[in-house]
């Protein structure tokens, strides 16, 4: 028999969207009553037949006065606590919007925005891979909400509190956000097996992925080549104790950053650190940047940290006591997976205390503790179509939210030709089963790379003509990532050019849109071009300008002209002209009226 229980995300620290009806579902034996009494008002619902239940609620102002929820069902009762009335919105996208606030510390920055505001709170529903081409949750299967002013706030999505944190202030009543985030998910993830089977390019997948046991039966797989790889390097790593020993066996002597190709296995960095005397060593911390694929590092034979991974920043606290006055020695171990790797360019390696910062660029041995034949990765499933639509996304649909906003696409630069077709017809798609045209925020890729002209720039171009889609807006970000880490740590300017939209968009107030360039006259070796609304371009801003000819692309010089460019340009007529079109704009020239970057464009001629 089915017990009486509420979906998770009716749960204490609960927003609601107010002035509209919010439906609250839960189960409880078939046919039984349920009665909900809030601030005096009584409303009865019954289960049905499969012990399903849904209490709608009437349309309730904003209150920052935190109600309770009571929930009957014959004997028992369910309390909901601390239940605000406010906007919500449903934040998703791939891993800049899940990164929580905690993985945006800076420890060469004074500035670290703390989690502080009791009326902004998030739900992160679970991150549950999914291939049933049939199954559609109702409800998320965990989860809880989170207050920004609790000790669980570090977890929160930082792109989407900086982004209530801006825009509270604005709107001044309490928001909630619904985070379907998942990092690596592209967008055919959250679209339902029906879709993707229209475009006949998944097949072959889907066929793979939706018979039974799948994840089951490629888990285990992958397990047993996972495990068998580490028995490996475990076994065959004969360096490693006598390193943390104290031993110098021969090696390569070499400075970071470092980089290696034509190897898998583990390798050991080991260098002797000289501490100066009224350094702090009880307050210190390693950093190593990021590296390629797996490490643990160690102080004087303490291990001091482990990542297990290329992306996130290794910053190691050093436990008191175990750095010294004097010769210390720092060493660590990299497993490379794939056949290449090694330590990321242009980040800081140092042990810092404080203000105090002790380099540890140069001075490096590396040696070759084991070679082994490259592993393949394992799957990846949240990553793979469909995986996030029936579990994490879909119970979104019975949720109210004042708008969506979106921060995705990384995964997709492999394909950035498509991602106009396919992000269009997941607006739509997503509008439909809401039943209402939510607003749609999306988020612009910074910049990141080295390819020149690589995906990233094709599909910031996709992102661009995606804004043409009815009641949408999109926050561009060039200038705010960075060109080696895919998980840039500013998302404090994320989230306030993600307000400016939604305020432009949503409340109708005076915010920010892309501006876009609507004209270029071309005539004698010159071209002007007009916007949407003046822009003003940074002196000596010609970079980033370029002209498309039949024999290839050229830069071409950009001047100011009353609220527009004019470009001068090398002999013949060009088939295109663009502005920012790399992968890695770090340094944008052309703003609007606000002193925020415009979009990266290509324009035809």
């Known amino acids: 028999m089915t017990s009486f229980v509420l979906d998770p995300i009716v749960s204490n620290g609960m927003v609601l969207q107010r002035d509209i009806e919010n439906t609250l579902w839960g189960s409880a034996p078939a046919g039984s009553a349920v009665t909900l009494t809030m601030n005096g008002s009584v409303i009865e619902a019954s289960a049905d037949e499969s012990g399903r239940f849904a209490i709608v609620l009437p349309p309730q102002p904003a209150s920052e006065a935190p109600c309770e929820l009571v929930f009957t069902c014959g004997g028992e009762i369910l309390t909901v606590e601390d239940v605000l009335f406010g906007d919500v919105f449903h934040i998703t996208g791939q891993s800049n919007m899940e990164l929580p606030i905690s993985r945006t510390y800076d420890p060469f920055s004074d500035i670290f925005r703390k989690p502080d505001h009791p009326l902004i709170r998030e739900f992160r529903a679970p991150i549950e891979n999914c291939f049933d081409p049939e199954l559609e949750l109702t409800a998320f299967d965990g989860g809880h909400w989170i207050r920004s002013d609790s000790g669980e706030a570090m977890s929160m999505s930082a792109a989407g509190y900086f982004f209530a944190r801006t825009l509270i202030d604005e709107i001044k009543v309490p928001i909630g956000l619904v985070n379907t985030s998942a990092g690596g998910a592209p967008i055919e993830g959250r679209l339902p097996c029906s879709i993707l089977r229209e475009y006949g390019d998944y097949d072959k997948f889907l066929d793979e992925a ?40 021969e090696g390569e002597k070499v ?52 990542t297990g991974y290329m992306y996130p920043p290794r910053f190691y606290n050093i436990p008191a006591g175990v750095l010294k006055a004097g010769v210390n020695r720092i060493a660590f171990l990299l497993d490379i997976h794939g056949g290449r790797g090694g330590v990321t360019v242009g980040k800081r390696w140092c042990v810092k205390s404080g203000k105090d910062i002790l380099d540890l660029t140069d001075g490096w041995t590396v040696c070759k503790a084991v070679k082994v034949e490259p592993v393949k990765p394992g799957t990846f499933f949240q990553g793979l179509p469909l995986a996030m639509y029936g579990r994490s996304f879909a119970p979104a649909y019975g949720l109210k939210f004042k708008a969506m906003l979106i921060y995705q696409g990384e995964s997709n630069c492999g394909n950035a030709d498509k991602y106009e077709e396919l992000y269009t017809r997941f607006v739509t798609y997503y509008r439909q089963r809401c039943g209402y045209d939510i607003p749609v925020i999306a988020t612009q890729l910074p910049e990141f790379g080295f390819d020149g002209y690589g995906g990233w720039a094709r599909l910031r171009d996709a992102q661009l003509r995606c804004c043409r889609i009815p009641g949408t807006a999109m926050a561009v970000t060039i200038g705010v990532g960075e060109w080696n880490d895919l ?53 000596g801003g010609s970079g980033y300008f370029e002209a498309v000819f039949e024999d290839g692309v050229k830069p071409v010089q950009a001047e100011a002209s009353e609220g527009g460019i004019i470009l001068t340009l090398p002999e013949g007529k060009p088939t295109e002209l663009r502005y920012a079109f790399f992968d890695d704009p770090n340094e944008p020239v052309l703003f609007d009226g606000k002193g925020l970057p415009v979009s990266p464009f290509r324009f035809k001629l």
Do not use: Q
Not at 227 to 244: M, N, Q, T, V, Y
Not at 278 to 287: E, P, S, V
Not at 494 to 513: I, Q
């Open 487 to 539: 998980h840039p740590l500013n998302k404090w300017d994320v989230g306030y050019r993600l307000a400016l939209c939604t305020k432009a968009l949503v409340y109708d107030k005076k915010g920010y849109e892309p501006v876009s360039c609507v004209s270029a006259e071309y005539s004698e070796g010159k071209a002007k071009l007009r916007f949407s609304e003046p822009v003003t371009l940074k002196e």
């Open 210 to 249: 939706t018979a039974p046991g799948y994840i089951e039966r490629t888990a285990a797989e992958d397990m047993a080549r996972d495990s068998a790889h580490w028995r490996e390097l475990e076994e065959k790593d004969k360096l490693g104790s006598r390193i943390l020993a104290g031993e110098s066996p």
């Open 255 to 306: 400075s970071f950053p470092y980089a290696i190709s034509d190897f898998a296995g583990r390798l050991w960095f080991y260098r002797e650190l000289t501490v100066p005397e009224g350094f702090d060593t009880d307050n210190a911390m390693l950093l190593l940047g990021t590296m390629t694929d797996r490490d643990v590092a160690y102080v004087n034979g303490t291990r001091v940290g482990e």
